[in-house]
């Protein structure tokens, strides 16, 4: 979980509020770090196996990865959303149940994409080591687009860690590579 702020005042319409369960449910990484996802997606395939059930789990899965700059140098969210054609937005503001507010993430922002769609995370002295995409009841393609772009400006992955599915990269003609660990 990122670190967060107080919310001293009412989220106002140009906030991204979304619940903390959603934090990198959809999340870029480098195109270097391939195999670890790959390896992290197969463990999570095989946990659910074990675990899931008809009205959830018998455990909480927790997904431990290191994080590592996604992308590099200390204007990497504004070079983001020039490369979106957009504008930093604030951090986004996290709830839990009930609709109570958790926080602000620290040092975060937000990129507007489309309607209802947002890449967001935070930054530090190395650049952005978090990378996430929320849609709320927004077009996939939106999220397709913007994952277009950053594979083929950076490189990045694209991970659906609740799909299990990663995309990996984006053919000539413009088809996007997907894997994932229920594939045999």
Request: charged share 15%; aromatic share 8%.
């Amino acid at each position: 979980m990122a670190e967060l702020d107080p919310v001293l005042r009412a989220p106002s319409s140009g906030d991204v509020v979304f619940h903390e369960d959603e934090w990198r449910q959809l999340e870029f990484f480098s195109q270097a770090r391939l195999e670890e996802i790959q390896a992290k997606l197969r463990e999570l395939n095989t946990f659910e196996a074990a675990h899931r059930v008809q009205s959830g789990w018998t455990q909480a899965y927790v997904r431990t990865l290191a994080t590592a700059p996604v992308l590099s140098g200390a204007d990497a969210a504004a070079t983001l959303a020039h490369a979106m054609g957009s504008s930093l937005g604030p951090a986004p503001i996290l709830f839990t149940g009930a609709n109570s507010i958790t926080g602000r993430v620290r040092n975060g922002f937000t990129v507007p994409i489309g309607h209802h769609a947002w890449l967001y995370g935070f930054h530090d002295n190395t650049g952005i080591p978090v990378l996430g995409a929320t849609l709320q009841n927004a077009d996939d393609q939106l999220l397709t687009s913007a994952f277009s772009r950053l594979h083929r400006s950076n490189r990045l992955l694209l991970v659906d860690w609740q799909s299990q599915m990663l995309l990996t990269g984006v053919t000539a003609n413009g088809q996007i590579e997907v894997w994932s660990p229920r594939q045999r």
